[in-house]
């Protein structure tokens, strides 16, 4: 991410995610073009014509003007509620097929690090295996089906990546169309 851009704890690169790109648009919280604006998920109840920079992100002024959240508070349980303001008022959110949400790790948010396939998923076996035990338990017991579907990840599915900010551990779920 560039140098110029704020930092977020818990999505470290927007832009290799999408949730950030380069833009001329003017940002609807502070109504200056900043050079790059935020494409993903806000929930609100009003009505909002137009995107926001990564600073109105950053500070909170876009979550706090237009009463949103850009992520919802759904995984965080266990987290302190300070963590679940900075992940769901202060990071970008991301691009995802069904409700996004965020994993979490050693009673801390999860870093989300992007959209991954198979391949870039099994460089990181823990997060792979968690995520076959985790479709173990929500009724993939054939296990002949699992394996085809997790090697097939990239292709009508693909798996969010995250990695624990305490220890480093790599954990996913799977995102299908």
């Known amino acids: 991410m560039g140098s110029d851009l704020p930092a977020f704890r818990y999505h470290p690169d927007p832009l290799a995610s999408g ?7 003017t940002c609807v919280c502070c109504s200056r073009p900043m050079g ?8 609100t109840a009003q009505e909002v014509s137009g995107r926001f920079c ?4 950053a500070d909170g002024g876009a979550a706090e003007r237009f009463a949103g ?3 919802d508070s759904y ?4 987290v302190s509620e300070e963590v679940v303001h900075e992940v769901t008022r202060r990071t ?30 099994a460089a990181h076996p823990e997060a792979l295996d968690r995520l076959g035990q985790d479709l173990r338990m929500n009724g993939w017991h054939d296990a002949a089906q699992l394996e085809q579907f997790l090697t097939h990840l990239g292709e009508g599915a693909t798996a969010m990546l995250f990695r624990c900010t305490v220890c480093g551990t ?8």
């Not at 949730?19 to 648009?25: H, L, T």
């Open 36 to 43: 790059w604006i935020y494409t993903a998920t806000f929930y």
């Open 170 to 177: 790599h954990l996913a779920y799977a995102d299908a169309s």
């Open 92 to 121: 970008p959110g991301f691009h995802a097929w069904q409700d996004p949400h965020w994993l979490v790790h050693c009673y801390d948010a999860a870093a989300f690090i992007g959209e991954v396939g198979y391949s870039e998923l």
């Open 69 to 71: 959240e850009f992520m």
């Open 19 to 25: 949730s950030i790109r380069e833009s001329a648009e």
């Open 54 to 57: 990564p600073w109105c992100i």
């Open 75 to 78: 995984g965080l349980d266990g």
